[in-house]
């Protein structure tokens, strides 16, 4: 019996210590959020400029998403400039008045990169030797201290930020590729000159619908008026590629653009030849 009360008592001054313990930390106070770098709302931003060493890049948000204005026309990875959009709300590790010497000490004067919304710089300099955290002034004239996550897609060529797909915006229409003729019917289904079967079909527009290139780059020098054309047309769009290459790699030429798509050459040969048909087995 003596030995019962014993375990009673011991549960109870355990119950009694964690009630405790939970109170003390209720009780603590609490740590501050950190500031954010700039009370910017990313609905109002409508234009981005990121600049690094001779590099300018412009981008401008319209009614079908962001596009890239400088140095290329094109559509662009909606991710990397969410990433952009984020930087406002960036916390502040910690935060400097700094002016003249300090600035070239920091690497803001000039600075490694730059990033405007709208109106309003952000300039990036060194990275700190000692948690590896980025110098940042803001248009106040303060140099704060964030998490390292965004200069190197500053610092990235202008081709790292187009949009990889293939495909332009709208709904598609016709696909004129190397031999074949791929377009709508009147009742929204896809025929094929020269014929092909309904499910190798849909499989072969599947292909293109999910298309996107492992790498976009500059081409430089005259477009050459040899190659093999495709065209693709979407409701109120049409554009269209010349095939440099087949293999090992499949390369698409914009010819307007400058810009060549690179593709494995496993999927280049089934963006230009219809899939074979599944096995029965």
Known sequence: MRHGWLTIAALFLLVAGLGGWVWWLQHQPQEKSKPALADID?????????????TEIVFERSDGGWRMRQPYEARVDSYRIEQVLALPKTESQASYPVSGDGLRKFGLEPPRAEVVLEKVPFRFGNQNPIDFRRYVQTADGRVHLIEDTLFHLLTSPPTDWIDTRLLPEGELQELVLPGWHLSRTKTGGWRAEPELAPE???????????????????????VPADKAEIRIRSVGREIRFLVLQREPELILLHPERKLRYHFYGRIGHRLLQPPEPASKD
């Open 200 to 222: 190798r079909l849909q499989h072969w527009i599947d292909e293109w619908r999910l298309a996107r290139a492992i790498q976009i780059t500059p081409f430089e020098g005259p």
């Open 42 to 54: 990313p609905e109002t931003v409508r234009h981005i400029t990121v600049r690094h060493r001779e």
